[in-house]
């Protein structure tokens, strides 16, 4: 059996974290800033609501009957003593064997265009470590994206205005920085295992490596610029972040309601339906939260029973990039138009090169992970290069017609007569399409 290293992993992150932006608005605190203190305890707290609401509903304990456990998640201690209960269930699992198992059936990513169906015994243990793996990544996605970001944005604005990082500060913002990552990280392997359900999904740990230094970029990158953007235009900031909220929290809705498809009710069958639009809405929060740092890796589709959408759409994932390439580009060219006397001392277009430098390493390692280290790469319609070259192939042909177009309207006038008159005791021609013009 396989041992429980990402429940580890989310729950040492959510403690040390939660310790450390306590510890830090002690410390505002003391120092009289009343507003970090507010700001740092809500961007804390809230998250760890959040998670626990999260851990009760994939274990479903709203419906049963354990006390002892709603009253230790009121008390914000329920990753603690879930994580307990996972290294309690590993450990029995080793020891004892199960009378009682089920047979699921994966099939292999297929090899030289075989795909074989391996049958697999599931004992109960196991599953319900299944179970916690999966509450536990998405209490880490929640952690990270309505937590972490925010936390760790608030903590690097304050440092610019400061122009000072403290010890504590300083590895808040770290601690802040690993959760957003590994959320990201952890937000790129559900969809890939949603998407290739069928699939016996084995990531190698190269891949994991490519997906932080991904992640790591972007994301560090778009905070970069957030705060910059920030410290010198606070009231266009709101603006901004109130666009890129809106758009992608409706989007999933606008999408839903165009396709005219029923309203989904079987997300929980002890849910009425207000409590499936709750959940929905809340859904599409954590969706929009994710975009506003980095790509999603899913789309979020109401309509589906799972929620999201199995295919994969090389055109919003090229979208994205881009328009949030030409977003950082505009924001640090403002902040560099606006910029006050804190950044004084600090090379202005050296860091905005830098940052973008960034954000395409960043772009890099994504195109080499999908190119290369994706688990499921041979079930991909077309590669990565597959899809650039054809894009080249269309931006190419395009360009050749719009010069041919253009070389006929420029004729001189005598020449247009002349081929007027020719062409009253000739037969007329077929004008040649884009895609013929490539080959000729």
């Known amino acids: 059996m396989k041992f429980p290293g990402s429940v580890l992993a989310s729950v040492f992150l959510f403690v040390a974290e939660t310790l450390a932006a306590l510890s830090l608005s002690s410390t505002y605190r003391s120092g009289g800033d009343g507003m970090w203190q507010s700001l740092t305890l809500l961007f804390s707290l ?3 609501a959040l998670v626990q609401l999260t851990l009760l509903f994939v274990h479903r304990d709203f419906s049963r009957d354990r006390p002892l456990v709603l009253l230790l998640h009121l008390l914000q201690l329920g990753p603690l003593f879930r ?5 309690c269930l590993y450990c029995q699992s080793n020891n004892s064997e199960e009378p009682y198992v089920s047979i699921t059936k994966k099939r292999q990513i297929p090899k030289n265009g075989l795909s074989e169906e391996i049958e697999k015994e599931v004992g109960q243990a196991e599953g319900k470590l299944f179970t916690h793996r999966s509450a536990f990544s998405r209490a880490s996605v929640i952690q990270a994206f309505l937590g972490s970001a925010p936390q760790l944005t608030l903590q690097l604005y304050i440092s610019v205005l400061q122009q000072h990082i403290g010890i504590g500060r300083s590895f808040c913002m770290v601690l802040s920085l690993l959760s957003i990552v590994y959320g ?5 392997i559900l969809a890939i295992k949603i998407k290739y359900d069928d699939y016996e999904v084995k990531v190698k740990p190269l891949a994991y490596l490519i997906i932080f230094l991904w992640r790591s970029f972007e994301i560090a990158t778009r905070v970069v610029v957030l705060v910059l953007f920030t410290s010198v235009l606070k009231a266009w ?14 989007y999933p809705w606008i999408v839903f309601w165009c ?11 002890a849910l009425s339906r207000v409590g499936t639009t709750i959940v929905l809405c809340f859904l599409t929060l954590l969706y929009a939260g994710i ?3 980095c790509w999603s890796a899913v789309q979020l589709q109401i309509n589906n029973p799972d929620l999201i959408s199995k295919s994969q759409n090389w055109y ?10 030409i977003e950082n580009a505009f924001l640090l060219l403002a902040w560099y138009l606006y ?5 004084m001392y600090v090379c202005a277009p050296l860091l905005i090169l830098q940052l973008l430098v960034g954000y395409c390493t960043a772009i890099l390692f994504m195109l080499v992970f999908y190119q290369f280290f994706h688990p499921c790469k041979r079930l991909f319609s077309s590669s990565v290069s597959e899809g650039l070259q054809e894009c080249i192939r269309c931006i190419c042909c395009n360009c050749k017609w719009n010069r041919s177009s253009e070389s006929i309207g420029l004729r001189p006038p005598e020449d247009k007569n002349k081929e007027s008159s020719s062409s009253l005791s000739a037969a007329p021609t077929q004008s040649l399409s884009p895609e013929e013009l490539c080959y000729t």
Not at 83 to 87: A, L, M, P, R
Not at 184 to 188: K, P, Y
Not at 237 to 250: D, E, R, S
Not at 339 to 343: A, E, F, H, R, S
């Open 46 to 48: 809230l998250p760890c």
């Open 184 to 188: 990201a990280l952890r937000c790129n």
């Open 259 to 269: 396709s005219g498809s029923p309203f989904p009710e079987n997300i929980e069958k």
């Open 237 to 250: 900031v709101v603006i901004a972040i109130l666009i890129n909220f809106f758009i992608f929290f409706l």
């Open 316 to 325: 919003q994932l090229v979208m994205h990039y881009m328009v949030r390439f």
């Open 339 to 343: 910029k006050t006397d804190i950044y």
């Open 291 to 293: 975009n506003m740092f």
């Open 83 to 87: 994580c307990f209960e996972v290294f």
